[in-house]
Every structure is written in structure tokens, then in C-alpha cells.
């Protein structure tokens, strides 16, 4: 029995305890919160198809390294860094759109404000602007106008203002009525607000590569969701066919809407935060809407 105990003693003497400290379980912890959001991202995004040719790719690669096939490690090694640079062009979209949301943090926009974010007040819609923009949806709805109508929010728009023709002028019903008559000069393309402000017309925007869209919708809902995938705006869009009043808002598109619900969207637009838009879920949770709409 002594010898036991005497062989369990050694065998826990034997055994190493690091000296854990309060930072080095910090240092778990953020590496643990950064992995997590790192696995969340790659799921639910489109680059989890990327990652499945990497992993498969890496797989192959590990296979070659137990059956010492030279021949392949030897090119691997010598394009590692082609292909480290060929994965960060495959996940460029991804990559950009992870910065840009982790920039609209509410820690990034409290302590990091400068230039266009300094005054995030003055870019929110004021009430005026949300009773013109419903007046106008409700107005090119009753005509079956076609209409794209972006509001920047915190994300700058910059890029595609500097596509279309400046205007620089308040928020009216009857402007934007005006811009979106058939056959004027700028009817087409989207007309993109920033801080109360009509700033373009005919803008240019990035269009939806999601195959998840229906087959019903045209260029102008695919434009609206496109630009929601980049950047945090609200896009309100009036289709030309059925005059039906849509929102494409953060990768998402809302259709059905009446003036009471647009109305309740855009006065989430006055402030930072990241509410989704009420309304009839048509991407994402496609299925799960269409059965709700039968039953």
C-alpha cells in the first residue's frame, strides 16, 4: 500500500502545472470570442463554399505529406505564397464586408469617430424626410413608376454617388416623383440620399449574385439587394410591373410593404440600431415564408 501511494506522489510530482495568470486566461478568451465569430461568419456568408474547397485542398495536402509524394510538396512549397494570396482575393467580398460591419460596432462608432461619423446625428432621417419618402413610395405605387431609392446610413456611399449626377437638394415628394417620371433624363438608375438630402440620380449600383431571388424580380430589386449586401443602407424599390413597394435592407429582401410598414422601417433609420426591417422575409427563410403565406 505504501508503495502505491509513494508511485501515485511520483507520478504527480512528475506532472506539469503551468502557472496560469489572469491574462493568459484573457488570452483564451479573446482567441476563443474571435474563433467563434470567425466559424459564424464563414457560415453564414457565402464564403463556406470557399472554405470547403481550402479544407479540401488542405485535406489533399496532408494526405501527401503521410504518403511523401515530393513531387506535390515540393510545388505546395513553392506557391504558398501565390496561393495565400489567391485565398484573399476568393474571400476579397467576404473579407470586406466582415471589416465594414465590424467598423459599424457600437464600440468602433463610440470611440473611433472621425470624418463623416462624426456627427451620426445629422445623417439620421429627420420626420419630415420619413413623411416624404412614404408619400412618394405610396404616389409611384398608385402609377406603377419604377423607383430605386437608396439611404445612406452609416456606411459612406461615396463610391456610387460619384456614378450617377449630383443634385443636392431637400427630400420632397415631388422631386422624387419627378426624377423617377418615365422618359426624363434621370429616371434611370437610383437616387441615393444622405443626411435629409437628395445628393444623386442615376447611380449605379452593385447587383446581386444570391440565386435565392426570385425569377419574378428584375434588375431594379436585384440592384436593392445588392448594395444591402455591401453596406448598411436601406433601399426603398417600387417595382414598374406590380407597383408593389419592397425594402432591401443588410443582405434581405422585404415585399408587400404598405405606407404604415415602410413608415415603421425608415424611423429605424433614425437611429444605430441594427433592428431588422418588419415585413414579408422573402430570401434566407424563403421556404419557411412561403408556407406561412399558404397557411
Request: charged content about 25%; overall charge neutral; some cysteine.
Amino acid at each position: 500500500m505504501a508503495n502505491i501511494w509513494t508511485n501515485i506522489r511520483s507520478l504527480i510530482t512528475d506532472l506539469y502545472f503551468p502557472n496560469i495568470t489572469w491574462t493568459d486566461i484573457l488570452d483564451i478568451l479573446i482567441i476563443a470570442y474571435v474563433l467563434y465569430h470567425v466559424l459564424d461568419w464563414i457560415q453564414t456568408s457565402r464564403a463556406h463554399t470557399v472554405a470547403r474547397g481550402v479544407l479540401v485542398i488542405g485535406a489533399f495536402l496532408v494526405l501527401a505529406v503521410v504518403f511523401r509524394f515530393n513531387t506535390i510538396l515540393w510545388i505546395a512549397k513553392n506557391l504558398l505564397n501565390v496561393i495565400l494570396i489567391a485565398i484573399i482575393i476568393l474571400f476579397q467580398p467576404e473579407l470586406r464586408r466582415a471589416l465594414d460591419e465590424l467598423g459599424r460596432k457600437s464600440f468602433s462608432l463610440k470611440w473611433l469617430k472621425f470624418g463623416e461619423y462624426k456627427d451620426l446625428d445629422v445623417r439620421s432621417l429627420s420626420d419630415k424626410s420619413i413623411y416624404e419618402l412614404v408619400k412618394t413610395a405610396s404616389h409611384l405605387s398608385k402609377d406603377k413608376t419604377g423607383a430605386l431609392i437608396v439611404i445612406e446610413h452609416i456606411t459612406p456611399l461615396g463610391e456610387y454617388i460619384d456614378t450617377g449626377i449630383s443634385v443636392d437638394a431637400l427630400i420632397s415628394e415631388q422631386l422624387l416623383v419627378n426624377i423617377f417620371e418615365k422618359n426624363t433624363p434621370l429616371h434611370d438608375g437610383a437616387v441615393i440620399i444622405r443626411a435629409n438630402r437628395v445628393v444623386a440620380a442615376t447611380c449605379y449600383l452593385p447587383l446581386t449574385d444570391s440565386m435565392e431571388i426570385g425569377k419574378e424580380l428584375g434588375t431594379r430589386h436585384r440592384a436593392g439587394l445588392g448594395i444591402s449586401e455591401v453596406t448598411d443602407s436601406m433601399t426603398i424599390i417600387v417595382s414598374e410591373e406590380t407597383g408593389g413597394i419592397s425594402v432591401a435592407h443588410k443582405g434581405e429582401l422585404y415585399r408587400d410593404l404598405d405606407e404604415d410598414s415602410l413608415r415603421k422601417q425608415l424611423i429605424k433609420m433614425q437611429t444605430l440600431k441594427d433592428d431588422k426591417p418588419s415585413g414579408t422575409k422573402v430570401l434566407r427563410r424563403r421556404r419557411a415564408t412561403d408556407e406561412k403565406e399558404q397557411a
